[in-house]
């Protein structure tokens, strides 16, 4: 079944489903892709972090796709926030992806204690990459509300996406709200809680009633809720499972039953964006 598309604000589009490769290791990685191209999905969400962008672009000719048919994300990482750095790390993303472009490029983690609180100049070269062709659009992640309030106020550029920690445990409703107010676009990582909601006792009678997974049924919850998701995995019945979501739709009842797993900020599972301020050595 085909995969909607949500429309940016720049007026690209992007499919709502697409496969991550957060700690997939980069031998493994052109597998899983091609196991996940050959299941359907048509974007893929990697990074610079993750180590594995050569994986992605291996996969993807292989398949014989057009660039075009298969959205590729990639993010910028922390060590390289200076302009020249950020411009070092474009070219490299795009070497190692093999392309000439990016669907979409994030700032990966906004950093607020390091480069002297600096992030805008850091969306400022962006903007350059995103006006020279190199990336189609660009968004943020792991954003919080004061962080897109400081580049609504000294930037040109609303980001695309904010691609940030959200799942029933944490569904992050402050920044959500935000960037649905300001016409940004919401992509939840670790939509499933890296499996941890899966056992959740909510979601056995739901899985149960609509013949579906757990995984299943909070991925359409994200889906139906108008969020962008790609789960991960690197288990070929699971990479297959995850992307039947379109024959079904919970009832806005089963909807608001998984609303009501919200934790709170207890219910995060990674780093607080506030404070996080890992640097990789190179
Ligand atoms: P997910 O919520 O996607 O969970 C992945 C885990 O769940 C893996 O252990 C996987 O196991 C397991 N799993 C996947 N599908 C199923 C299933 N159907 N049934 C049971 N278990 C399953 O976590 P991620 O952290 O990977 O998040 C998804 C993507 O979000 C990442 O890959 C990355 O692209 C992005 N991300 C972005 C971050 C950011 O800072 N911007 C941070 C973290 C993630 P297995 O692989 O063994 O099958």
Redesign the pocket.
Known sequence: MAVPTIELNDGTAIPQLGF?????PPAETAEAVSVALAAGYRHI???EMYGNERGVGEAVRAAGLDRGDVYITS?LNNGFHRPDDARRAMAGTLEELGFDYVDLF?I??PLPTLYDGDFVSTWQTMEEFKAAGHARSIGV??FQVAHLERLAAETETVPAVN?I?L?PYFQNHDVAAYDSAHGIATEA???????KV?DDPALAPLAERYGK????IVLRWHIQRGYIV??????PA?IK??FELFDFELEPDDVAAIDALDRGEAGRN?PNPDVFDYVPAD
């Open positions: 991550g490769v957060f700690q997939v969400d990697t990074a993010k994030l990966h983690w992640s792991n691609q920690e799942h990582w670790a939509p499933i809680a890296q499996g899966l997974s757990p995984a299943q790609f789960p991960k995995s690197v288990t699971r499972e995850n990674g």
